[in-house]
């Protein structure tokens, strides 16, 4: 009897030895898997607090690097986006310049408007990553609505009610023909042009917002990252393109025909210009998130330098206390083996 409770004993006291080695053993591998201690509290003590604000750190700058890559991507796909368009408008001002003086190409130069209206608008309706790239702050809604669509869009309904109140027939009626050069100009200069001022934009053709979107690129710096639809270099372009699409120049007579090219081609340069300073402000601000990059890089290194020092563990040392502890496991496995075997039987 003496004997069976000595070797109950004996089992259960190896048992206990097993599971603490257990214990150190999963540690050790957790230890040696992270990097780090498996028990900042205890292995630290009063230091645990610096570690915690150095980790605390850490995070946010790789959070704000993060944002900054898609803050990146949406920088280089509007600079893209925008040579397009620059590319495009200057081609076409070329093509305007060429034929201003004569009508006799007005139908083919109505017919390129038209698909370089569309090829714009669907450009402004860019998405990256699931926003729209043009729409500011507003970057979950489509920017501009089509111009030419069916049933006919609020912006061409609001042109051709004030073409029609303008000279009492609607764009492209034969009667256009004896719309004067000084009217054609007045009706472009002011009821034409107001339609794409930035109210009335926003009323008919776009949704986007006015405000850029501004993205924290470092802990103490926001910087906007971001053009919108709403840019005058935008509407300006639109109006150009507009013109020379919607108000049936292939009707008009020399002079009407001549002051809608003109009026196109400054419409275009004024854009471009605007569109250039647009390109610089996006530059700029890559430039920013570059160097802010590079800063908080460095920044996250130092820290991650700072926190290893504290919470770091000495991988040989680590991978020779498991070696000693799967060793301590193997030979409590053999003994407690040899504990259950014993017997009085044995011996007797």
Not at 44 to 66: D, P, R
Not at 79 to 104: E, G, H, V
Not at 222 to 227: H, K
Request: proline letters at 2%.
């Amino acid at each position: 009897m003496a004997n069976m409770i000595s070797g109950l004993a004996g089992s259960e006291a190896m048992r206990t030895a097993i599971q603490k080695i257990q214990l150190q053993l999963a540690k050790g591998q957790k230890e040696l898997a992270s990097g780090t201690v498996a028990d900042e509290g205890l292995a630290l003590g009063s230091k645990v607090g610096q570690a915690f604000s150095l980790s605390n750190q850490q995070s946010q700058l790789t959070a704000i690097l993060e944002t900054n890559k898609l803050a990146s991507t949406r920088m280089q796909a509007l600079q893209t986006s925008m040579t397009s368009i620059m590319s495009s408008a200057k081609d076409f001002s070329t093509q305007l310049m060429a034929s201003r003086s004569s009508t006799d190409n007005a139908s083919n130069i109505a017919t390129d408007a038209k698909t370089l209206l569309t090829s714009f608008e669907g450009i402004l309706n860019t998405s990256v990553s699931g926003e729209y790239i043009f729409a500011g702050e507003n970057s979950s809604e489509k920017p501009v609505a089509s111009y030419f669509s069916t049933p006919a869009s609020a912006a061409q309904q609001a042109i051709d009610a004030s073409f029609q109140a303008k000279f009492g027939f609607p764009p492209g009626d034969p009667q256009a023909k004896n719309i004067s050069q000084a009217d054609m100009q007045s009706f472009l200069d002011n009821e034409f042009q107001s339609a794409f001022d930035a109210a009335n934009w926003s009323a008919t053709t776009s949704s986007a917002s006015d405000t850029p979107i501004k993205s924290r690129i470092s802990p103490n710096e926001s910087v906007d990252t971001s053009v919108t639809a709403n840019e005058p270099a935008m509407r300006k372009l639109a109006m150009a393109y507009t013109m020379v699409a919607g108000l049936g120049v292939d009707q008009m007579n020399s002079g009407a025909y001549q002051a809608t090219m003109e009026k196109a081609i400054s419409m275009i340069g004024e854009a471009v210009s605007d569109l250039t300073s647009a390109q610089a402000k996006v530059g700029y601000a890559q430039q920013r998130v570059s160097a802010a990059n590079d800063r908080m890089t460095l920044q996250s290194n130092m820290l991650e330098s700072s926190l290893g020092d504290l919470v770091g563990v000495d991988y040989n040392e680590v991978t020779m206390r498991i070696q000693s502890l799967t060793t301590q496991m193997e030979m409590a496995y053999t003994v407690t083996g040899r504990i259950q075997q014993l017997s009085l039987l044995n011996f007797l």
